[in-house]
């Protein structure tokens, strides 16, 4: 069974810099598994804030950036905000077709 | 802009067959190169892929729920279904529907329980 394997939590200081994780059990992470992240708050669905590893919407804040890191995929907040606070999601796709989420990482900005 | 909107029944009962519609608006499910995909969570867990249907009808499914799950067009409702059968209490969660996993639905939960 595939398993994407997130930070469970990490914390970041107001206006500081912060580097989130996504792994994959079958090996390095390339830009062939397109992978997504999302941020979810309490009671709300899920924002797509990164496609295709690196690539941004319309909406996503200036502050996010997507890369691959080190056979991972990767999301850097750069400048946290106190509403950056949330929980995010990667999602990878194998062989192109079948989405894994990852686990999810909780953000907290203290 | 699309909206999604879930829609179905809160409570279902144990080997039953769980039945979820999303009715989109500001754009047809049939026209343009699109993934219509639905996603769960139970509550106070992570997030589930359930399985995506293409605007041209081929579906993928988590392997995990294949045996269960069919997702479906149904172009004179604009609307996309979700059907998994036997449903069991650890089908319990808000599913929630997307398209291009960008834009998403607010979610529906739904309980299994007798």
């Known amino acids: 069974q595939t398993v994407v394997t997130q930070e469970p939590s990490l914390t970041v200081s107001p206006g500081g810099t912060v580097t989130l994780t996504c792994a994959s059990s079958t090996g390095a992470v390339t830009s062939g598994y397109y992978p997504m992240w999302f941020q979810q708050k309490p009671g709300q669905a899920p924002r797509s804030l990164i496609h295709s590893a690196t690539n941004k919407h319309s909406w996503t804040p200036a502050r996010f950036s997507g890369s691959l890191l080190g056979g991972k995929a990767a999301l850097t907040l750069s400048g946290a905000q106190p509403e950056d606070e949330a929980e995010y999601y990667c999602l990878l796709y194998y062989g192109g077709s079948q989405g894994v989420f990852g686990g999810g990482t909780k953000l907290t900005v203290l | 802009q699309v909206q999604l909107q879930e829609s179905g029944p809160g409570l279902v009962k144990p080997s039953q067959t769980l039945s979820l519609t999303c009715t989109v608006s500001g754009g047809s499910i049939n026209s343009g190169d699109y993934y219509w995909t639905w996603v769960r969570q139970p509550a106070g867990k992570g997030l589930e892929w359930i399985g995506r249907?293409?605007?041209?009808?081929?579906?993928n499914y988590n392997p995990s729920l294949r045996s269960r799950v069919t997702i479906s067009l149904d172009t004179s409702q604009n609307q996309i279904s979700l059907r998994l059968s036997s449903v069991t209490a650890a089908d319990t969660a808000v599913y929630y529907c997307?398209?291009?996993?960008?834009?998403w639905g607010q979610g529906t939960l739904v309980t299994v329980s007798s």
């Open positions: 249907i293409h605007t041209k009808g081929a579906t």
């Open positions: 997307a398209r291009q996993m960008s834009d």
